[in-house]
Nanobody, 128 residues
Framework: QVQLVESRGGLVQVGGSLRLSCAAS????????MGWFRQAPGKEREFVAA????????RYADSVKGRFTISRDNAKNTVYLQMNSLRPEDTAVYYC?????????????????????WGQGTQVTVSS
């Protein structure tokens, strides 16, 4: 059983930056694909970014491409989301997720149904 704990989000001005982290425990971190999703009030949880078990393969939602960067440090059991050029529409609760164990090394999961474990979520608010 994998436990995921996101770092605290925060309030950021438009155009600002914020880095989220998600620490994993209870499993072999390198066995899991990782991803970030977000959910705004009244909306479905949506895909933001994913990274394969072997760092280097990433995928992004079109809405964040070029602004957000996902990375992972398998030695620290942590996945990160660097968010730059933040916009009001980025305001949401951000969740990190882990896929089932031992997915393909280079696979990036973009569907919510592919994620078996979730963190508790962290609020990011972008003010204009």
């Amino acid at each position: 059983q994998v436990q995921l704990v996101e770092s605290r989000g925060g309030l950021v001005q438009v155009g600002g930056s914020l880095r989220l982290s998600c620490a994993a425990s209870g499993g072999t971190f390198g066995n899991y694909g990782m991803g970030w999703f977000r959910q705004a009030p009244g909306k479905e949880r949506e895909f933001v970014a994913a990274i394969s078990r072997v760092a280097g393969f990433t995928r992004y939602a079109d809405s964040v491409k070029g602004r957000f960067t996902i990375s992972r440090d398998n030695a620290k059991n942590t996945v990160y989301l660097q968010m730059n050029s933040l916009r009001p529409e980025d305001t949401a609760v951000y969740y990190c997720g882990a896929t089932q164990s031992s997915v393909d090394f280079y696979y990036t999961a973009v569907r919510r149904s592919e994620y078996y474990y979730w963190g508790q979520g962290t609020q990011v608010t972008v003010s204009s």
